[in-house]
């Protein structure tokens, strides 16, 4: 019941977070917006958590994760408000970075309590759970902003996200007892971030999760532009990104059960050919049911890694500082979310959206052959 609780939690800040990518991608483009301004409003999401994830971790290793989810709940919720008050571009501008910093601070926060729960030995499939309901949340959060926007519009559609974090931090703030979180060691004095990266573990772990997390930043970015560029609803193209989601949750399912007697570089470099498969067949694709079923077999690729990426990452990790180590593979998924959205709109506007799938196939092949080395 536990899990299920911080389950829950992911899952309610998540929904904001997922809905409010796609609903400002759409929301900018029915205001007029280029899709290069799309690439930037969608950097902003990461910029700051770029920059801020590793003072992040270090935070949450010190102080625990109780506040820095509460917090990170609190901000996500008022961000998310902000184009309901005032509907323009310019408060898209506002609202973008806050939200991305807001759910920063939840993401590490969180990975570190479902790190400390339960033994290692069950390390693997506790965060197969937190994957699961990743799932969940990338599977209803696009449904809940695509149907919202057509039924409400996209001002409304961003307020009815803003209520899935305030829930959440009702829940926790009734929950009386400390969140789980790893044992405090004391930090040495010169200790950082290279010293963290001289792990071999660690570093090849890091490179895995960069390339596997650019490649689901691809889907989330692309997905509505090419999906609006040949001509389909808000509610359509939630359908098919849905499709993706619902794969991550039955690949992840079935991991709950299997993870820990698969060998993990393995399933690593698999689900990274796969991905890579899918994103070679996508510009050749315009019908709405060949397009979920793409969607679904990058869904089974890419999420059928997070849960060990995550595991492995935490266990590679010098004691007392998982969150720091989070908190470096966090500033990467930014990285990736700040720079991906804004190389992609500018190779689209310029040359159309087939090089930019090409590019992370062939990227996505590449680290399937590290993986297989590693194997």
């Avoid at 799309?38 to 102080?63: E, K, N, Y």
């Avoid at 323009?88 to 990975?111: D, K």
Wanted: glycine share 10%; aromatic share 10%; net charge positive.
């Amino acid at each position: 019941m536990e899990i299920a609780y911080f389950v829950l939690l992911n899952v309610l800040g998540h929904l904001c977070f997922v809905g409010s990518r796609m609903t400002t991608t759409l929301f900018a483009l029915e205001l007029g917006a280029s899709e290069f301004t799309v690439g930037i409003l969608l950097a902003l999401f990461a910029v700051l958590p770029m920059l801020l994830s590793v003072t992040a971790g270090r935070i949450i290793d010190r102080l625990g994760p109780r506040r820095p989810v509460m917090i990170g709940l609190a901000v996500l919720a008022c961000a998310a408000v902000l184009p309901f008050a005032f509907p323009s571009v310019n408060t898209l501008y506002v609202s973008s970075p806050l939200l991305g910093t807001s759910f920063m601070f939840l993401h590490i926060a969180m990975n570190s309590v479902f790190g400390a729960h339960g033994t290692p030995e069950q390390r693997a499939v506790t965060f197969s759970w937190l994957s699961l309901g990743f799932s969940i949340s990338n599977s209803i959060g696009p449904l809940i902003a695509g149907y919202a926007i057509q039924g409400f519009g996209h001002p409304r559609a961003m307020l009815i996200l803003s209520l899935f974090p305030v829930i959440a931090l009702v829940l926790l703030w009734r929950r009386k007892r400390p969140l789980p979180r790893p044992e405090r060691v004391p930090r040495a004095g010169n200790t950082g971030v290279l010293d963290l990266l001289r792990v071999p573990a660690l570093r090849y772990t890091l490179i895995a999760s960069g390339l596997l997390n650019m490649g689901w930043d691809i889907y989330g970015f692309l997905m509505p532009l090419y999906g609006h560029r040949i001509g389909l609803a808000a509610g359509t193209i939630g359908v098919v990104m849905s499709s993706f989601a619902l794969a991550t949750f039955v690949v992840r399912a079935l991991l709950t059960m299997l993870v820990q007697r698969i060998r993990h570089w393995l399933l690593i470099g698999s689900a990274m050919a796969l991905s890579a498969l899918a994103y070679l067949l996508f510009p050749f694709v315009d019908s709405v049911p060949l397009l979920m079923a793409l969607s679904f077999v990058l869904g089974m690729g890419l999420g059928a890694s997070q849960p060990v990426i995550m595991a492995l990452l935490y266990e590679a990790s010098p004691r007392g500082r998982q969150g720091e180590a989070v908190g470096i593979r966090t500033t990467m998924m930014n990285a990736s979310q700040t720079f991906i959205p804004l190389a992609s709109g500018a190779i689209s506007a310029a040359l159309g959206m087939t090089p930019v799938f090409a590019l992370i196939a062939a990227l996505l092949l590449g680290g399937a052959w590290i993986a297989k080395k590693r194997t």
